[in-house]
């Protein structure tokens, strides 16, 4: 027998699978865009209007609120412009010297051995500095080896002044001082993950580089070293990236 469909009977909505599975990867990215919106609007708040404004009214004039470069020449002229400079110096050395020292120490502690307690005390040790920062470390600073600190006056009673002999916490290189302070224990906080992610063959890759013979020259030596680190990343992928076996029906 054959059923009839009853006429009274509405029929239901289709449903479009397409769409529905052009819905959900839609949705799955929408969800993920909006974890970040409020670190999106905090930066926002935060630095952005105020750069903004900053930068606007750099090339505003006070009286009359045109456009004008006056406070341009103002800033790059005289006095602003020694402080730019002893800014950038500033910069540059407290940049350069924690990043080879970090990068040193963090090696050592990468590959010491009995590791895992010296990593353990080595990584709380510059967490605890790395955030020490602010007016903390300024008092601690100016307490300690100020003109009238506690270091200071211990190295007078024994007959050697710091400043008199060329020190000075408050120039270049007493605020660099206080800059290694923290830079330092932030860079080996920076760079011991990332030698925790190098693979085995790219380090014997570096120490073939550092076994190469220099009797051929620097660009035979250069050669032998990128044929045998091109050995080792191809030996490494193939055993990392082995096709898998099939199966049999």
């Known amino acids: 027998m054959t059923a009839h469909a009853d006429p009274s009977v509405a029929p239901g909505p289709l449903s479009d699978p397409g769409a529905t599975r052009g819905r959900a990867p839609a949705l ?46 103002v800033a790059t002229h005289g006095i602003y412009l020694h402080g730019f400079l002893i800014t950038a110096e500033l910069a540059l050395i407290t940049s350069v010297i924690p990043g080879v020292v970090g990068l040193l120490i963090g090696y050592a502690i990468y590959t010491a051995q009995h590791g895992s307690v010296l ?68 860079m080996v906080l920076v760079i011991l993950p990332a030698f925790e ?13 550092a076994r190469a013979p220099g009797t051929t020259g620097a660009t035979s030596a250069a050669r032998c070293c990128c044929r045998r680190c091109w050995a080792a990343c191809c030996c490494c992928s193939a055993a990392r990236f082995r096709p898998m076996p099939r199966r049999r029906h």
């Open 28 to 73: 799955r990215r929408a969800r993920d865009l909006a974890g970040i919106v409020p670190f999106a609007l905090y930066v926002l708040l935060g630095l952005g209007i105020p750069t903004a404004a900053i930068a606007w009214g750099a090339f505003q004039n006070p009286d009359t609120g045109g456009f004008t470069l006056h406070n341009v020449d």
């Open 119 to 186: 990593r353990r005390v080595a990584v709380t040790a510059s967490g605890v500095f790395a955030n020490f920062g602010g007016v903390p470390l300024a008092f601690l600073f100016i307490a300690t080896l100020g003109t009238t600190g506690i270091a200071t006056r211990w190295l007078t009673d024994l007959g050697f002044n710091p400043y008199n002999n060329g020190f000075n916490l408050y120039d270049l290189g007493g605020v660099a001082l206080v800059y290694l302070y923290f830079q330092i224990p932030l």
């Open 197 to 209: 992610g190098l693979r085995p063959a790219w380090r014997e890759a570096a120490r073939m580089w």
